[in-house]
């Protein structure tokens, strides 16, 4: 259930390509195990709802304040984000494949948007990528 939660916690949502379907990129093991890991502290950390697992595994995200600090919370944990909720670009494109990396970096660059405290700031980036990345990200 957790890798299914992380599938659709990265599924970043545009079209790569002229017929509108998105490249699937897998994280390296070796940052999938850093990122489930860190996954499971912060749902402890945060108290998020469990069934955060399952919404987000329907595609969704959740404007609820616990999801948001679940988010940073992974997010610092694996090392992608600054104290301020503004995403670490070099860091958060060395996630991704090597051939993949020059497809999301315009993405990441573009989506640091400013939002009225730190969880805001980086949910606001999730957002943005969610509709704007060309790949859709599986952490298997």
Do not use: W
Not at 2 to 21: D, E, P, R, Y
Not at 90 to 95: D, H, Q, V
């Amino acid at each position: 259930m957790l890798k299914v939660f992380i599938v659709t916690f990265f599924a970043f949502q545009l079209s790569a390509s002229s017929n509108g379907q998105r490249v699937a990129v897998s994280f390296p093991k070796d940052k999938t195990t850093i990122v489930v890991e860190a996954m499971k502290s912060c749902i402890a950390k945060t108290g998020a709802n469990p069934n955060v697992i399952e919404v987000i595994s329907s595609g969704k995200v959740s404007e609820d304040e616990k999801f948001k600090e679940f988010f940073y919370c992974t997010c610092n944990d694996i090392g992608v984000v600054n104290p301020d909720g503004h995403i670490k670009v070099k860091e958060c494109i060395e996630l991704f494949p090597k051939e993949t990396q020059p497809l999301v970096e315009p993405v990441i660059k573009n989506c640091d948007k400013e939002g009225v405290n730190k969880y805001d700031t980086l949910f606001k980036f999730l957002k943005c990528f969610q509709e704007t990345s060309p790949v859709r990200v599986a952490l298997a």
